[in-house]
């Protein structure tokens, strides 16, 4: 019998390798992911789409986002990138960590 040790990284390899183990291994409060889709409903889905269903008019598709990059995610969205403004001003960092809860933490397992 195949251990578990073994078969992850076979498998993480073959989905995306460690974005897969990294939304495979962390949990997030319910209460804060549904915080983050308020939040996501009031500032982004304008753009990105409601639920994260992009009309696909050159916005990214934020159910893409690699579940690896909070980094990358929190400068995009405090700073803008490309088209899309900087919510810094408007959104405080705890916030910008909420609307991270709901991007990865509302995904399908």
């Given at each position: ?7 992850q990284p ?26 983050g889709k ?72």
């Open positions: 019998m195949l251990k578990k040790w073994l078969i076979l498998i993480a390899g073959l989905l995306g390798g460690p974005a897969f183990l990294m939304a495979q291994d962390v949990k997030f409060d319910p209460a804060d992911v549904d915080r308020r939040l996501y409903t009031s500032y982004c889905a304008r753009c990105h789409g409601l639920n994260m269903v992009s009309s696909g008019a050159g916005f990214f598709d934020l159910r893409q986002f690699p579940a690896d990059d909070k980094k990358r995610f929190v400068g995009s969205v405090a700073n803008g990138i490309r088209a899309m403004p900087a919510w810094s001003s408007q959104l405080k960092p705890e916030e910008i960590d909420l609307l991270w809860t709901y991007v990865v933490g509302s995904r399908k397992k």
